[in-house]
DNA sequence: TATACATATGTTCAACTGTTCATATGTATA
DNA sequence: TATACATATGAACAGTTGAACATATGTATA
């Protein structure tokens, strides 16, 4: 009842040792380099960002032009309110800027990473 | 009753006019420019598959080298199926290839616009 | 300061998503 | 072909999320 049944095969070569070594090793290394999970989960986050077709159309849409939010809402026949919130998690996470002028906001992406990344993702897109 | 009670200010001025219509014009050249709706729906799509921190991880985890389903859940500490399952994910949007050899499954990036992606999103998150 | 306009916020709810557990499929070898 | 190993799949459940609605805040002007 104590004895070791963990394998019927017969033990592992001096060949499969070493290989499954290197391998124990590359794990290890690539857990060092690994960035540390705060910031990997920052990124998802950021990419949660991107990952919903009504933001995305929102950001296309300041692509190249600063637009107020009415002018976002109208453009993709959104309610005011679902572009104001959406815009809000935009802000949050830095992928736009905005200035005041009167009563109107204007809104704009805030770096070329956003379009960096956008553009990026369009060309995987579209093949 | 049935009397104009939009307003109670002035009627805008011809410059106001003149503003709004070019406004509009803005409005409906953006609107012609936009992506059609599906290609911006693959496109958040895309991004939602980078959105989640267990997938960035994987993803991450391949950025030099090419793994095997149990390599990466003992690299990241996560179950057989876990891993399993969010592979099929990436699989199927075509963020990593795969090839067989023997009983092992090698998964890798499947082409540098993910690490392009990944980069540029690091950048943005590491300011 | 009352009114209209522009934007923001809070809440509720249905739909979606990632994980877990159990189980199935595929592969190599004795 | 029986066994062990590697990976995949299916179902159920908890947590998350976007949309809609009502309402609040901020700003300019009469």
Redesign the interface.
Known sequence: MAEDNRRTESAPTAAEKDFSDA?EN??RN??DQ??D?E???????????????T???IL??MFE?E?CVN?IA??LHLSQSSVSHQLRILKTS?LVKFRREGKSIFYSLD?E??R???S???????E
């Open positions: 391998r590359l794990i690539i857990q690994q960035p999970d910031i990997l989960y920052d990124l998802a986050e950021l990419f949660k960002v991107f990952g919903d077709s933001r995305i159309k296309y849409s032009n637009l002018d109208s453009l830095k770096d990473h956003v960096a990344i956008i990026m993702g369009m060309e995987h897109v579209e």
